[in-house]
């Protein structure tokens, strides 16, 4: 008697979207049904192993290198495979969602990489999750135009070589794909990412002579690396391209990684491309796992944490130097300003502290860094040519003189600034305006003229968790309290409807943001992830 045949995915509680059949088709929900078998289990073990490493931290108040990966650091043979003709030279890279306009937006901007995000640019609706997918391979097959309709502007791909090369995001290991299941339990977000995206993909790329190039989010781990590169090795022998056509580069954004970079670029190796500074979910890591770690952990306002406040400086420093001695790109932080259209000083002053923060990644040995919009990339170009010359990156830059230690990374009080209350007032602000748009399916979104993603409505609501929790009290005398959060929240709610009308507050969804915002930043039981909660009321 044969055996029965394996289960398919089924598509739960899901409206019909246009074109989704060239998505979803048979074939490739059979390869996510087989990721999923194969490696969902292993992932459910390392969230649980998160979890334990969690309250470890919380036990001692403290982080170190692994002993027992001290034979990876110590082996100075080992390197990462050579970098892809289409990935050697990473000066300037585009971040943004999927949809259609920022597709063609982001390919023509100029940057040398679009880094096409599912996960904090993007929130996860099944639109954006399915016809994310299809606007990507329209554009490799030049399909793609896109007519805005209320200014009537045309938007249409340039040449092939004047195009962006694509580095793909899959959602964080966290986060489930409710509308696919197989036998009743929801796929991760990443594999449903990653399958679709790989699956449909990576021989066309191939083709046009790129490559299937992820970007890793949230990684914890050298084990969770792990779990990628197996991932890889398996995918790859499933459609039949060669192993290490795959290149991922990790994004150390979490403090449990920053003791673990060469770790997880030596589980990468035959697939790594680099490792990137990602900076608002480095310090909402940090918030996370020390937030009962007393008042030498409580992060002042998070715009007073430079780049150059010494445990972030640490950071990037250890994270170029181990990137160059094994042979991989260091990718620098995001420039998150957006111009603009009505204040040439405000974009002045802005577009000066966008020069010198990319001049000092580029002289800091950073191979390239990150802007949010099309604006952005002659000024980081600028600062990287002006270092790199023809050369397509810097990794012959070993920064042997830097040194690390293991407090350095949180020394958090070695940075001379408190929280203020106009910081707290920011926190509520921001947090409401972002939570209120990603409810309504946005994930990128322009606030006070810097482009917020998931990211920053995370370190907004875990500073105001941890000021409360913290018992801060203000430069005004005021103590920072569950109360006080409530009180400012209300303000600005009201603030929000004074300055958007009635009927377009009515439309939107101002008080299920507020709600949630307050839900998650004064529980006393802190949400491991603002989007878990938040992807229960994404409709």
């Known amino acids: ?106 390919l023509n901007s100029g940057a040398k990489v679009w880094l096409a995000d599912f996960e904090d640019a993007s929130a996860p609706t099944w639109e954006n999750v399915v016809l994310g997918q299809l606007n990507l391979t329209d554009a490799y097959e030049r399909r793609i135009d896109f007519t805005d309709p209320k200014s009537g502007k045309s938007y249409a791909l340039k040449s092939a070589d004047e195009l962006a090369t694509v580095v793909m995001r899959p959602r964080g290991w966290h986060l ?13 977000g990443a594999l449903v990412d990653f399958g679709l995206y790989f699956f449909h993909n990576a021989q066309r790329l191939i083709d046009l002579g790129k490559g299937p190039y992820f970007y ?32 991922a580069t990790v994004l150390i954004e979490t403090i449990t990684a920053a003791y673990e970079m060469e770790e997880i670029l030596y589980e990468l190796r035959d697939h790594a491309a680099g490792l990137n500074a990602g900076r608002w979910d480095y310090l909402f890591s940090i918030v996370k796992n020390f937030r009962d770690g007393g008042a030498k952990f409580v992060l002042p306002d ?36 957006i111009p603009s259209r009505r204040d040439a000083e405000v974009n002045k002053v ?24 099309p604006d952005l990339v002659p000024i980081a170009l600028a600062s990287f040519d002006a270092v790199l010359g023809e ?53 990128a979104v322009a606030i006070f003229n810097l482009m917020e ?9 875990s500073q105001i968790w941890q000021w409360i929790n913290a018992d801060v009290v203000f430069e005004n005398g005021e103590h920072a309290t569950a109360d006080l959060a409530r009180k400012v929240a209300a303000e600005e709610l009201a603030a929000i409807r004074e300055e958007i009308g009635e009927e377009t507050f009515t439309a939107g969804k ?22 878990l909660p938040a992807y229960e009321q994404l409709r």
């Open 350 to 373: 802005a577009f000066e502290k966008v020069k010198a923060d990319k001049d000092r990644e580029a002289n800091d040995g950073f191979d390239g860094s990150w802007v949010a919009h």
């Open 510 to 531: 101002w008080q299920q943001a507020h709600d949630l915002l307050l839900q998650v930043s004064l529980d006393q039981d802190y949400a491991d992830f603002l989007t």
């Open 1 to 106: 008697m044969s055996a029965p045949a394996p289960s398919t995915l089924a598509i739960v509680d899901a409206e019909p979207l246009p074109r989704q059949e060239e998505v979803l088709t048979d074939a490739a929900l059979a390869f996510v049904a087989e990721l999923h078998r194969q490696f969902t289990p292993r992932r459910n073990e390392l969230l649980t192993r998160r979890g334990e490493r969690r309250a470890e931290i919380a036990r001692t108040s403290t982080l170190d290198f692994l002993p027992e990966t001290a034979a990876v650091r110590a082996d100075d043979s080992w390197k990462v495979a050579p970098a892809p003709a289409a990935l050697n030279d990473r000066r300037v890279e585009i971040t943004g969602p999927t949809d259609r306009k920022m597709t063609i937006n982001a």
């Open 302 to 337: 998070r715009n007073a944490v430079t780049m150059t406040a010494p445990f972030m400086r640490a950071y990037t420093e250890l994270l170029v130097r181990t990137c160059h001695k094994r042979g991989a790109h260091a990718i620098g932080g995001m420039a998150a300003f």
């Open 176 to 188: 489930e794909e409710r509308h696919l299941q197989l036998d009743g339990v929801s796929v991760p």
């Open 216 to 247: 890793l989010p949230k990684t914890e781990s050298h084990l969770e690396a792990r779990l990628w590169n197996d991932i890889f090795v398996f995918a790859q022998d499933y459609v039949g391209i060669p192993q290490g056509t795959v290149r």
């Open 391 to 443: 050369k397509p990156n810097q990794k012959d830059r070993l920064r042997e003189d830097v040194s690390v230690a293991p407090g350095d990374l949180i020394a958090i009080d070695s940075l001379d600034a408190s929280p203020t209350y106009d910081g707290l007032r920011n926190a509520v602000a921001v947090g409401i305006r972002y939570i209120e748009a990603w409810l309504r399916g946005l994930g």
């Open 453 to 461: 993603d998931a990211a920053t409505a995370e370190i907004s609501r």
